[in-house]
């Protein structure tokens, strides 16, 4: 299904036609709305209705399809987008699966593409297919480094991962590969499991079996509230972390209490009030969270909005350059995006300080990181 939004509207996202004085600038959003991917995707799709509808002078109209978390439904809806709508850019998919298999079709039409998901995959190695690809979350490398070394002085020596098997957790148990023997901590198990399954129960007991100290959960959405709640039911109490795709809403409805003590690596911006009152990322999480809130209502902020709201920020910060070279709607201004949007430089967003280049598509450090602690229904910000 194809929304347009030419027009900020608190009642809903509205079709508006209008004459334009300029050529209208063309953005086409993927999110996994539905389907296994939705806890991430369908705040997403909300959000559209706050971004900017003129920059530089020029309208800009958002043409939004849900992919429901398909890989195959998300290079259609690419495919539409461009070659129907003749989008200018894409901003999508929600998750990794999906936006790894957007690469191709962004290379092969020459459209430049912000993913809002995680996978470095998606942007690495850097290549003539990822030329035109930059994402929004930092690496997986950098999340599984800090979260390491947490739990490195934690006094964890034995860990046990529960991951998914899709490409979110292909991605992370190659990453905590590379990183074996960096920090004292030992990986004594990885089972997997599908995002689909009702039970985890045989995995979290062969994890449990190899007697680990703590539980590394890397799933992405509502799939990463299975396994947390198995090991917990079966006894283990000691830390369990979670990735920072796994920090929405409904993950910590279905956990439960057994939530409780959660770890998780993310952006230092997660909860802006905890930061310094003059910090840049506090200011930059602050505006974002009362501007969704003001239309969808207090407490209803889901940290994915940021990936979008960023995936956007990139987008308006190349718009003024490429409209200096070329006209909407053409190949040159499609490249134009593209080449501006790698010169992004120190841009601040809700998750950190961005700065990109031709070898790094997603420009963050590990100023861009928090390690927060879930404890009676907040997070709380550790030093």
């Avoid at 850097?126 to 997986?140: A, G, L, Q, S």
């Avoid at 390491?148 to 292909?170: E, N, P, Q, W």
């Avoid at 930061?275 to 009362?290: E, F, T, V, Y």
């Avoid at 790698?342 to 070898?359: F, I, L």
């Amino acid at each position: 299904m194809i929304t347009r939004l030419t027009s900020v509207a608190a009642c809903g996202l509205l079709a508006l036609s209008a004459t334009l004085a300029q050529a209208q600038i063309k953005v086409g959003i993927i999110v996994a709305a539905t389907g296994p991917g939705a806890s991430i995707g369908s705040p997403q799709k909300k959000a559209v209705a706050m971004l900017p509808n003129e920059v530089a002078g020029n309208k800009i109209e958002y043409i939004v399809m849900d992919d429901a978390s398909d890989t195959n439904q998300s290079v259609k809806a690419a495919r539409k987008l461009i070659s129907d709508e003749k989008v200018d850019v894409l901003i999508g998919s929600s998750i990794s699966a999906p936006s790894i298999a957007l690469v191709d079709v962004a290379a092969e039409l020459k459209v430049p593409l912000v993913s809002m998901a995680g996978s470095s995959r998606i942007t690495n190695p850097m290549d003539d297919k990822r030329h035109w690809v930059f994402k929004t979350p930092f690496n997986e490398s950098l999340a599984i480094d800090v979260t390491l070394k947490r739990a490195a002085a934690m006094g964890i020596k034995r860990l046990g991962v529960l991951t998914t098997s899709d490409a979110f957790g292909d991605t992370w148990t190659a990453e905590i590969e590379k990183l074996k023997g960096k920090y004292p901590v030992e990986i004594v198990a990885v089972e997997r499991y599908a995002a689909s399954d009702t039970t985890a129960l045989a995995q979290a007991s062969k994890v449990l079996n190899a007697k680990p100290d703590g539980i590394l959960v890397a799933a992405s959405g509502t799939a990463a509230a299975l396994p947390h709640k198995t090991v917990r039911e079966r006894g283990f109490t000691g830390p369990v972390f979670q990735t920072y795709a796994a920090l929405a809403p409904e993950v910590y409805k279905l956990g439960g209490k057994d939530m409780d003590g959660t770890i998780a690596v993310t952006s230092a911006g997660f909860q802006p009030d905890q930061l310094d009152a003059n910090d840049p990322i506090r200011k930059a999480s602050a505006l974002l969270i009362d501007k969704y809130e003001a239309i969808y209502g207090k407490g209803s902020f889901s940290s994915y909005v940021g990936n979008l709201w960023m995936a956007s920020q990139l987008v308006d910060a190349a718009i003024p350059a490429a409209l200096k070279t070329a006209k909407p709607g053409t190949p040159e201004f499609r490249a134009a995006i593209r080449d501006n949007i790698e010169r992004v430089k120190d841009m601040v967003t809700q998750t950190g300080y961005v700065t990109m280049s031709a070898t790094d598509h997603v420009g963050y450090d590990e100023r861009a990181t928090g390690v927060f602690e879930y404890r009676n229904n907040g997070w709380v910000k550790l030093k």
